[in-house]
Every structure is written in structure tokens, then in C-alpha cells.
């Protein structure tokens, strides 16, 4: 239902930023072609120094992965805000993004990136693997400002970060994950322990 300051707010032609936060758990030693997505997505962000068309692209592969990938799906949590001024809007961004790089192991060194043609493949492989997703955009996705923790609701979810790159209406898009670096691992405790928040699927 539409608050009253919502509909004041779209009478003076103000416009809505909704910024939100997707966490999805993935499980199983299949998962782990999943973080070559993720650090390609990474690699790519880096080198076009954040530019917002080539982020929206590796957020289409991403999301684009995790729905191939949905017989893994484990537990996810979301939350977010709507806001009428954009500088709030930024300062939330930023908020949530402090929040996700400190998760554990979701900070990757950059060096890290670049993993050489004859890597040792004998590096432990992580059974657990946690995405967050991070997007502010203009106007209204009912798909996103809904519970996401069931499997329906996270499907469209993801599918609506995906129109929302198309549509550009995309105003930030940020990608962390744990572990975000080769042969870390993530045990089911510590994800436990450091994603309170996800809700069994």
C-alpha cells in the first residue's frame, strides 16, 4: 500500500530512489565455477573504473549464474529503503556497501584477481558461497521491495536487476561474495556466524 508522504512526494514530481541489499547462499562443490563469474565480473569493474554499463553487464552475468545455479540455492535475506533525495540515496549505498566488504572474506586483495594459467588446482574448494548484491535505481520494482527469502520471490528478483540493466535505470551496483579469494573456504558456521540474517529457502 502507498504511504501518504509516497504519493505527496510523486504529486510534487519528486523522484524515488529505492536502494537495496540481496544476500543468496549457495552450497555444494558444484558451486565453486560460480566465483569464476564473480571475479571476471570483478576483473571487469576494475580495469572500466566503475563504469555503470560495464558493472550492469557483470551484474547481468551474475545474476544470469545464480539462477543456473538455483538447485544450490540454500538461504537469502534482503532489505533496503526508498528514498525522494538522492544524496541519501548515496549515503545508504554507502552504508550497505561498508557493511558487505567487511563481511568475512569478502574483501578480495586485488592481486588476487589475477590468478596465473598454471594455478594449483590442488586449493581447497569452498562447499559455501554467499553473494550480495547491492542496487539503487529510480522508480518502482515491486519484485525488489518484497521479501526475497523463498525461491519465487528471489527468481524475480533476480530477473528484475536484470531489466533494470536494460532499462538503465540503474543508478549503483555493487557485487561482494565470501569467499572472495582462491582456496579460502567458508564453513557452514561461519556463514552462520557472519550472514545472521539469511533465512533457510
Known sequence: MTS???RLNRMTGKTRFVVC????HLAGKEVAPLLGVL???GRDA???DGDLQVLGEGLVSICQGLLEYETYWQSAANEGDVFWDEGEAGDYVTELFTDSAQRYGSAPELDDLEQPEDA???LPVTHNLVVMITAAFEGEVPE??????NMTAMKAGLKALINLHYGERLRAIQVHFSPARLGDELT????????PELVPL
Open 4 to 6: 501518504w508522504r509516497d
Open 21 to 24: 541489499r540481496l544476500f543468496l
Open 39 to 41: 571475479n571476471q565480473a
Open 46 to 48: 576494475i580495469e572500466s
Open 120 to 122: 594449483d588446482f590442488a
Open 144 to 149: 525488489l521491495e518484497v521479501d526475497l527469502a
Open 188 to 195: 557452514a558456521d561461519q556463514t552462520l556466524t557472519n550472514f
